[in-house]
Nanobody
Framework: QFQLVESGGGSVEPGRSLRLSCVAS????????MGWFRQAPEKEREVVAT???????AYADSVKGRFTISQDNAKNTLYLEMNSLKVEDTATYYC????????????????WGQGTQVTVSS
């Protein structure tokens, strides 16, 4: 069973930074892709950033230039560095892992963490 546990959320003022961590119960290279998602109250869950086994990253337009996804295979940990935080970044952030669907060119996320709350307010 591939389990994920997020941490690092909190309450900060606009413009500040936070780093989220997601520790996996198994080697990160046992999955094809990992990502960070978020869901704000009364909104759909949205992808924030993804990274594949080759280290290729992708970001939502709303976070490009501010957020950075990375992984430390030695620690089985996925990170999300969030800088210049905005009020609209307030959400519950989830870590996910899954396998590439070659025919679709996408990732099917099978494993999810419990989420960590990020609140940005003045």
């Amino acid at each position: 069973q591939f389990q994920l546990v997020e941490s690092g959320g909190g309450s900060v003022e606009p413009g500040r930074s936070l780093r989220l961590s997601c520790v996996a119960s198994a080697y990160l290279n046992s999955v094809s892709c990992m990502g960070w998602f978020r869901q704000a109250p009364e909104k759909e869950r949205e992808v924030v950033a993804t990274i594949d086994k080759e280290g290729t990253t992708a970001y939502a337009d709303s976070v490009k230039g501010r957020f950075t996804i990375s992984q430390d295979n030695a620690k089985n940990t996925l990170y999300l560095e969030m800088n210049s935080l905005k009020v609209e970044d307030t959400a519950t952030y989830y870590c996910a892992a899954g396998y590439r669907v070659v025919a679709l060119g996408t990732c099917a996320y099978k494993y999810w963490g419990q989420g960590t709350q990020v609140t940005v307010s003045s």
